[in-house]
């Protein structure tokens, strides 16, 4: 039981390895400060862009900084929660460490967010220089753009490898319990920042395509349209900042189930018995080996943007430069595993090194490259489910929409094949241990995630291309300049890498819960009884943890259609009083719309962040640890499922469009068009808000379960204490009021006047 | 274990009480036939009229033809697979057991098909008298139809009874292994009804759609349409003849698992130490209790269909006759529970009634009427869900979609939650023993299905009715005809009932799947150690069978999208090639659309089918029992989820659709009406064909599981021997024909081609 277990002690070499994986921490840090400074070097190009820029960048900024006021209560309740949770058991807990865990959950926090502010504020930053160097060249704009990503992919990575081992070096045989505080701070961040940045950046989105493209019929980034920043601010709150605080959390949590597991084993009988009087010395190692394999991670990362390399005359292919690179990035993490295991991981018995770690870490990278070829061949404009989804809209915007959900419904069947085969082959690898099994499939986690430094920056480098090119178009630079053509290009390739980088966090975040998931069971000590579904309240836990994820997803569309209606009232409002703006007379006021989805999104993240935080606790408490393993699984199942859904469907009916645009079945402005342009709007909701959420969603789930088993191991069903009553009681309350709270606001608003309009008519 | 659990011996009161169930099932379909005899005696009407019906009668005739033709090879081959699997294990099945079960099994899939088929008959004979009456008024119309509906409901009924009381009285002790081969039977046809229907009725309807509405703008159920008997025949092997086939299915099926979870109390540890000596005579009751409940539910659906009458004044809530009959037929069951309590379960100690069962199987008479409201809720044009859809039509198709399917994401999670409680409840009821609480969520899918012959009533109404508006339209008669203005109130009225049987047909599946699922756990004698979704295997399984439901969407909506595409070319043929058609010159070849459909919905089965009876046993026989389980656990979870999201979402999109038409936003014509009809085009194969076809999925593959039980409980994960290697090559063979073969067709070609003209362009 984790509550009992104590890391074995560190000797001279555990010592010496910790302080390398510090330096590499600082290497990260250091390699990214460097590119900072390269990158704010660079020309800033004509004051119109500048002006542009500055706009973006203070609605981003301000956005960030609202963010934190939302969070803060919420942020610090939890940490004085988790304080006095722990000091209430000081036999598992005793001082300092309930306060660890407080301070290391908001050390997690920091760092999460801070990954997230670091990656975006260097994106607002380095758009318009990337605008400015697309003057000169293909090539220069996407390094500059590529550099500016992995900036955000370095701090991500350094502050991740930073805090686990400070947390390690500080607590040591404890640094266990305090890890999971930290993970969980990271998580939680992330669950706000990614829906609070999800909600903004389609609300933006849809807002202002529906006034701007469809009402007054001017183009996307006109800077007419008063919601044209808040727009290109959405970008980089969401791509940038949304996703770099996701990356992190499974970054970390990876990390923190890696090692959980790795401990487990050491009061884990079938690992006992193999490795007798060897068995507290290999598990040390074992423990610390997922440290030396994120040290691993940053040198292959960094080595892999170094091959990052445009080429003028390779426009025909602009995809390759970034595949060169993380082909590159992956070669060098399996030659660093190699490494790290041929030197490190000895037999104890014979000596020689013993592989089965490098295969299971190996197969993470295995699983990452299937997936971004799954990614890839469901979503490519060229090949069949994209193409087949776009000859759909021959007849019709319905035909379309059903048939990129058939395409998306398909493709997480696949997505969800290939990590159960993970699974199986850790299973493969470590046929006689289960504890050793389960410690595979944590290390496949690490290995998907060795590259994150890269996986980052192809991800950032997404709304820095997006945003360059908007900024272009709004400073007047006409479309036929060779300049904007590449921009056109580079947009495009950034398109490609976001959703590769969204099945990606799919795949991690899978990973990283199911990590949690058998740390959750061995925390609770269900592992001999395990998580039966076959008993009633087990399987009850099941079907409630399954439809968490419906629910959120229905809460995540409403908000995201609630805050939309809202943008564009506003829109609609400075058009009908300025009329100067459609002229170029009067200048749209950019603030408002900006400030009106900050607040909108902060707003609608309640819902959401109760649902994820309360549900479990009331099912743990409610009905008993089984059913909370039982509701654990089914959230994954359905989570990973929906996610894969909505973020392939999404990017098949983008990219639909993208291709009907690009001439195929006549091009713009064809019945098939105005078709591919509904599915694309539905698609946007479904693969840039609700999709990506799913990944904090269902790591802070298993976090807080994973959090809460220690208290709830002598839950039964049907004995009634005050103190369960009352949790009970609280999560009810507080569950109902985030979903009444859901289901207010404008629409709601709009239908009651409706009504009463048509009343009055009638 | 199943295996070896027989019955114990019949008394004299049991046969008694069994001769006097069989009479309830010769009353049920006695009174179907009466019924036949007086909707037979109705005036047919005009010879216009009747040539019409013909035309829908005898296609959707030929379509039932086809359906034998192609079940009947996968029939035979499951047959023979049976009778030689249970051959091979003469210990567990002595002779005549291998071939009862194959018999039981050709006398489900008769039964189930007869059920849809006798409905059907008489639906398509109805719909034209019902039209007639229309003449007459609202009044005689509402019950002509209703008592055809009726008919449906009663056969269904009286088949289910009287085969499972045949089977009791002639295997007795053994009746319960050949029980499975029946309810496995009718589930299979089921999925075959249900899904083949499917594919017909929305193919049909959409293909007519497109080509009618979109590019030759004439109205709905025009005969000029050559499409327009297809549709009309869709709305008959749709919601007819495959509807009564699923309920068919949940009827037998909970039937099975009820009598076995009974059966399984007499091994069992907890129930033997609290019933003793009594242990083996208390649990016999327990095996005949639920053959009572289904003579009860005979009763009370007569009842209860006798209360439904019309009244001419009541036109302004014509949903009233119907409410009363359900509650009629409700309250009567629970009185007929109370009494069959009374008299028949009393404490073997105290001699005093348990009304513990009762209060179990009147638990599903209050799930019913929750699910009743939570659909209601959702879908009606009037409440808040479905005038928000319908006002986020304002800007336009994008919001619309995404408002109905936040609606319905949120929908499907209380119905979900609404199950959990309800299983919870038999916990609450049964505190004290896990075997009878098993039982007890049994005994609530019985209550459940209590008023079937009421439940199947009000949904063959519906088509009914809908064929009648057809007929009245396409025999000229305006729409200012009063007789024509009742045709449509009643047609509205059909689209309510046919929308809340699916929640009750979804809610009374996933019951029975977990009845099923927990035969299964102790068919494998898997009770002891559990299904631990812990072991990495188990979550495997779980992945998969929770993937399933995806795939299956996939296929089903591809499907519908091939075949409306091949109606569509038709249709385009022969107005081109048909000029006169247009012009009221020249009559449409109404047949070649309903062969071309009938031909495409045959074919489109395979790949469902395929994966519905591959995976499963790919699964049990690759990974064990284990897995088996976690994968059946997983596919009711999603299945249950997607199932009530797509329903409720295809409804709502209908309904904001129909309240737009009733002048809600401007009504017909305007920019919002537009966008709702893209809406409803999305919602069709939602709600008709993928969402309905998950209910005999998940229980079809929960039968194969526990089928295949006794050859698995052996399997381990690492041993491998000659015949599982081949099962599970032979299983992933099948499985990627049925994959590839799902993916070929109209489309894909369509593609090609596109490109080919594209590059033939460049």
Chains 1, 2 share one sequence.
């Not at 992919?153 to 500080?170: P, R, S």
């Not at 490519?380 to 989804?389: A, G, I, N, V, W």
């Not at 290939?418 to 082959?425: Q, W």
């Not at 950034?494 to 990973?511: F, H, M, P, Q, S």
Request: proline fraction near 4%; hydrophobic fraction near 50%.
């Amino acid at each position: 039981m984790e509550g009992h277990i104590v890391l074995p002690p560190l000797g001279q070499t555990e010592w010496t390895l910790l302080w390398a994986v510090l330096a590499s921490a600082f290497v990260a840090m250091g390699y990214g400060w460097y590119l900072v400074r390269r990158v704010l070097a660079e020309d800033p190009g004509t004051k119109k862009m500048q002006e542009i820029a500055r706009a973006i960048e203070e609605g981003a900024m301000a956005y960030l900084g609202r963010q934190v006021r939302t969070m803060i209560w919420f942020v610090v309740l939890m940490a004085a929660g988790l304080f006095l949770m722990y000091y209430s058991v000081p036999e598992q807990y005793p001082h300092p460490l309930p306060i660890g865990v407080a301070v290391a959950f908001l050390m997690g926090v920091m760092a999460s967010y801070g990954a997230g502010y670091v990656g975006m504020w260097l994106a607002v930053k380095a758009n318009l220089r990337t605008a400015n160097a697309a003057l000169k060249g293909f090539k220069p704009a996407l390094e500059l753009a590529f550099r500016a990503g992995t900036v955000s992919g370095m701090f991500t990575v350094g502050f991740g490898l930073l805090g686990a081992v400070l947390i390690f070096m500080i607590f040591q045989e404890n640094a266990m319990k305090v890890l999971i505080g930290f993970g969980f701070g990271g998580s939680l961040a992330a669950l706000f920042m990614r829906v609070g940045g999800g909600i903004f950046t389609k609300a933006a989105d849809v807002g202002a395509d529906l006034v701007g493209k469809i009402e007054q019929n001017i183009p996307e980034d006109d800077p007419r349209n008063p919601a044209v920043i808040a727009d290109n601010v959405g970008d980089n709150v969401g791509d940038c900042a949304g996703m770099a605080a996701d990356i992190f959390e499974s970054y970390e949590v990876t990390l923190v189930a890696a090692i959980i597991l790795a401990a487990v084993c050491t009061v884990s009988l079938d690992f006992t018995a193999i490795y007798g009087e060897h068995a507290s010395t290999f598990a040390l190692k074992l423990i610390l080996y997922p440290l030396l394999i994120r040290a691993v991670g940053v040198f292959s990362s960094i080595i892999g943007t170094w091959a990052v390399r445009g080429k003028e005359e390779e426009l025909a292919d602009p995809m390759r430069p970034i595949t060169v690179g993380y082909w590159t990035a992956s070669l060098v993490s399996v030659v660093g595993f190699l490494i790290v295991n041929y030197f490190y991981l000895l037999d104890p018995f014979t000596g020689a090194p013993d592989f089965r770690f490098f295969w299971a870490t190996t197969m993470g990278i295995v699983l990452a490259i299937v997936t971004l070829w799954l990614t890839n061949h469901f979503t490519h404009p060229d090949l069949r489910p994209t193409t087949e989804t776009a000859i759909a809209a021959r007849t019709g915007a319905a035909t379309l929409l059903l048939a990129g959900m058939a395409e998306g419904f398909e493709s997480t069947v696949w997505a969800a094949v290939a990590i159960g085969l993970t699974i199986l082959s850790s299973l493969v690898i470590f046929p006689d241990s289960p504890a050793l099994a389960a410690y595979g499939i944590a290390l496949t986690g690490l290995g998907l995630l060795t590259t994150t430094g890269f996986i980052l920056a192809m991800d950032t480098y997404g709304p820095i291309t997006d945003n360059a090119h908007g900024i272009f178009e709004m400073s007047g630079i006409t479309e036929e300049h060779e300049a904007s053509r590449n921009l056109a290009w580079m947009d495009a390739i950034g398109n490609t890498t976001k959703a590769l980088t969204k099945g990606l966090a799919i795949a991690t975040a899978v990973i990283a819960a199911i990590s949690l998931f058998r740390s959750f069971i061995d925390a609770t000590g269900l592992m001999e009884k395990g998580i039966q579904v076959n008993l009633p309240e087990v399987f009850v836990g099941l079907l409630i943890g399954g439809a968490v994820p419906f629910l959120f997803s229905s809460f995540a569309i409403k908000a995201v259609g609630r805050a939309a209606y809202l943008v564009v009232q506003e829109v609609r409002r400075q058009f009908r009083e300025h009329p100067g703006i459609m002229t170029y007379d009067e200048k749209p006021e950019y603030g408002t719309c900006v400030s009106i989805v900050t607040a909108a999104a902060q707003k609608e993240l309640l819902g959401p962040a109760i649902l994820a935080i309360a549900t479990p606790i009331l099912i743990g408490f409610g009905l008993g640890p089984g059913a909370l393993g039982g509701y654990l699984a089914g959230a994954i199942l359905t989570g990973q499922l929906l996610a894969g859904y909505m973020c392939n469907t999404g990017a098949t009916w983008d990219n639909a469009k993208k291709k009907i645009e690009d001439g195929f079945l006549g091009g713009k402005g064809t019945p098939a068009h105005v078709a591919s342009v509904i599915g694309d709007t539905v698609g946007d909701p479904y693969k840039d808000t609700a999709g990506p959420a799913f990944n904090p969603l269902i790591k802070v789930m298993n976090l807080v379960g994973l959090l809460v088993a220690p208290f709830i191991i002598d839950v039964h069903l049907h004995e009634a204490s005050v103190g369960r009553i009352l949790i009970v009681v609280l999560c009810l309350i507080v569950l109902g009021i985030g979903i009444v709270f859901s289901k207010r606001g404008s629409l709601a608003e709009m239908a009651e006047e409706e009504e009463k309009s048509q009343v009055a008519q009638g």
